[in-house]
């Protein structure tokens, strides 16, 4: 079985906000993929369903992001899962345009809290991750207001583009194409930021 979790906060004030958009990219496989993302288990909502034969388990851990990682320990620990083979996590990135998005099969935490914690409780960055764009943070502006709030109508635009793509790229991702999706998605560019 193939874990993907989607980061964000739980509680209705904080749907839509930039630090969602991994619960955004769930709702989005789900939907497509008709896998009904309802069930409470490890402090997480989730449902498990097939994508192109793949046996998977779509999570929103409820823990808030911070404490994200407490959650996924614990469908790791459950279903006995190996995080480097088994396991993809969608989370928002700061350092990416809206409409961008950026594969990766393990790698640091780079400063996001919720990335923090999952390495700190599985024991390993070794797993793969899909950033998606949110925009950097305005000068002088808090970083924690900036992420918990929701963007523009132009970048929404873009972010509903890069959901899609953060879709194809985890369908990739859980077929063993890790490299393909790297190729076909971390240089593409909307055309606006060329």
């Not at 640091?108 to 991750?129: C, L, P, W, Y």
Request: glycine fraction near 10%; include cysteine.
């Amino acid at each position: 079985m193939f874990l993907i979790v989607g980061l964000g906060n739980p509680e209705r004030k904080y749907e839509g906000t930039r630090h969602n958009i991994g619960f955004d990219v769930i709702d989005a496989l789900a939907e497509r993929y008709r896998i009904a993302v309802r069930e409470k288990s490890h402090r997480a909502l989730c449902g498990s369903g097939v994508i192109e034969g793949v046996k998977v388990m779509l999570v929103k851990p409820q823990t808030y992001m911070n404490a994200s990682g407490e959650s996924v320990a614990e469908f790791v620990n459950y279903y006995h899962l190996d995080p480097g083979e088994e396991m993809l996590v969608i989370f928002d990135d700061i350092s990416l345009a809206p409409g961008n998005i950026r594969v990766r099969k393990k790698g640091s935490a780079g400063g996001h809290n919720g990335i923090k914690s999952i390495i700190r409780e599985v024991g390993t960055q070794d797993f793969m991750r899909i950033k998606v764009g949110v925009g950097e943070k305005p000068e002088n502006w808090d970083l924690a207001a900036h992420v918990l709030s929701r963007m523009n109508r132009e970048d929404r635009e873009k972010a509903k583009a890069a959901i899609g793509d953060a879709v194809s790229a985890a369908v990739l991702m859980i077929q063993g194409q890790a490299d393909k999706a790297m190729n076909d998605f971390n240089a593409k560019k909307r055309e606006s930021d060329q």
